[in-house]
Each structure stands twice: as structure tokens, then as C-alpha cells.
């Protein structure tokens, strides 16, 4: 007996042709249940209803797994490092300019908002990572220190 297959797959149709008219039933029973989360059933389709959620579901978690990646891109989001490394400069820089007093500091702190495109809810979640990660803070002043020094060299 031939097997025929739809495309380069073989339906539960062609299955059931293996075996005898008497069997069919019960080859057809046993196929449901043993193949059915494989994604093939009884109409020679090629997802079941239950594989399709299963696969279904799969594509949610992929989909928010890649969300929560990007979600760095999102406006609320946390700056991105080598942008508050100037970021963080340019505020010292002013603060000690101008002065560290919490009207000076707003000023500041709007004028860089504007100049980095970021916003205040960008700004305090990135505070809030560093300051919940010591060592990516001191990873950070690393960072800005050696930003000073190459401005420095570079005047």
C-alpha cells in the first residue's frame, strides 16, 4: 500500500490507509491521541487545535521575551550608558558652575533633558539601576573618568 503526502509531509488520511477498513477506527483513535501534539489530526491538517495554542503560546513568549530585550528603547526605560556618561558630566559640570541647589539643579536638569532627549522618568530609573548596583556605579565613574580625561587632553 501506498503512502501519499502533502508536500513533504504525511496526513493522518494517508495513515489510516495503512490499515485494514476493519482497524480504522481504532488506528484512527490511536492516532488522534498519539500524534495529535504533533500537529497532525484526523483531516490531514496540519496543526490540531491543541498544537496551534501550544504553538500559539510559544509565539506570545517569544514575542514578550523580545519585548522585554528592547524595552531599553522604550521611553520610560533607563538611558542608555555612554548617553548619561555625558549626561552625568554635563550635570556635574553645570552643578558646579551654577550650584548644587535644588533650583539650580532643576534647570539643569531640564536643560539636559531637552539637549539629550531623555526624559525625567528615564533619568530616575537610571539613577535607580545604578543605585541598586554598586558595582555598575563604580563601573560607571570609571567610565565618566576616563570621558574627563579625554576631554581634558583633548583642550
Not at 523580545?66 to 526605560?77: N, T
Not at 550608558?81 to 552625568?88: A, P
Not at 539637549?115 to 555598575?136: F, G
Request: net charge positive; aromatic share 12%; charged share 25%.
Amino acid at each position: 500500500m501506498k503512502v501519499h503526502k502533502a508536500g513533504s509531509q504525511i496526513t493522518f488520511t494517508s495513515i489510516i490507509e495503512l490499515f485494514s477498513r476493519e482497524d480504522a477506527k481504532t488506528a484512527k483513535l490511536y492516532f488522534e491521541k498519539k500524534i495529535a501534539f504533533a500537529g497532525i489530526f484526523e483531516s490531514g491538517k496540519v496543526f490540531s487545535g491543541r498544537a496551534f495554542s501550544y504553538l500559539l503560546m510559544i509565539f506570545v513568549l517569544v514575542l514578550g521575551s523580545q519585548l522585554l530585550i528592547s524595552c531599553d528603547k522604550l521611553p520610560g526605560a533607563k538611558i542608555p550608558e555612554g548617553k548619561f556618561v555625558n549626561y552625568y558630566i554635563d550635570l556635574v559640570t553645570a552643578q558646579d558652575t551654577l550650584g548644587k541647589d535644588v533650583p539650580a539643579t532643576e534647570k539643569i536638569l531640564v536643560s539636559l533633558d531637552t539637549k539629550y532627549s531623555v526624559t525625567r522618568e528615564q533619568y530616575d530609573k537610571t539613577l535607580k539601576y545604578y543605585n541598586e548596583n554598586p558595582e555598575k556605579w563604580e563601573l560607571f565613574y570609571d567610565k565618566v573618568t576616563a570621558e574627563l580625561q579625554k576631554r581634558k587632553l583633548q583642550n
